[in-house]
């Protein structure tokens, strides 16, 4: 059983940064891929990044491309998410999620097994 923990959410003003933490425990298979998902009030949760476990291979929505990285710190089992110059419509609450898949499927979320909690990410104007 893998399980998935979030942190790094909190308030922050337009054009700032967090950067969010996915602590995972459990047995992690070089084929998962980890993903960072978002879901404002209202509106459908998406994929916004997500990462290979195995060779570090990335997906961005096209909307974070240049202010958004994903990471991975295979050592201390944990997926980071640095978020940059953040934006009002941003706001939303952000989980982690895995499951095995290679990276050209990361959008279909139906593939991944496990998730996290999330944590809200607030972005005042």
């Known amino acids: 059983q893998v399980q998935l923990v979030e942190s790094g959410g909190g308030l922050v003003q337009a054009g700032g940064s967090l950067r969010l933490s996915c602590g995972v425990s459990g047995r992690i298979e070089s084929t998962y891929v980890m993903g960072w998902f978002r879901q404002a009030p209202g509106k459908e949760r998406e994929l916004v990044a997500a990462?290979?476990?195995?060779?570090?291979?990335?997906y961005y929505v096209d909307s974070v491309k240049g202010r958004f990285t994903i990471s991975r710190d295979s050592a201390k089992n944990t997926v980071y998410l640095q978020m940059n110059s953040l934006k009002p419509e941003e706001t939303a609450v952000y989980s982690c999620?895995?499951?095995?898949?290679?990276?050209?499927?990361?959008?279909?979320?139906?593939?991944?097994?496990?998730w996290g909690q999330g944590t809200q990410v607030t972005v005042s104007s």
């Open positions: 999620a895995t499951g095995a898949m290679t990276i050209r499927l990361a959008t279909m979320q139906t593939l991944y097994d496990f």
């Open positions: 990462i290979s476990w195995s060779d570090g291979s990335s």
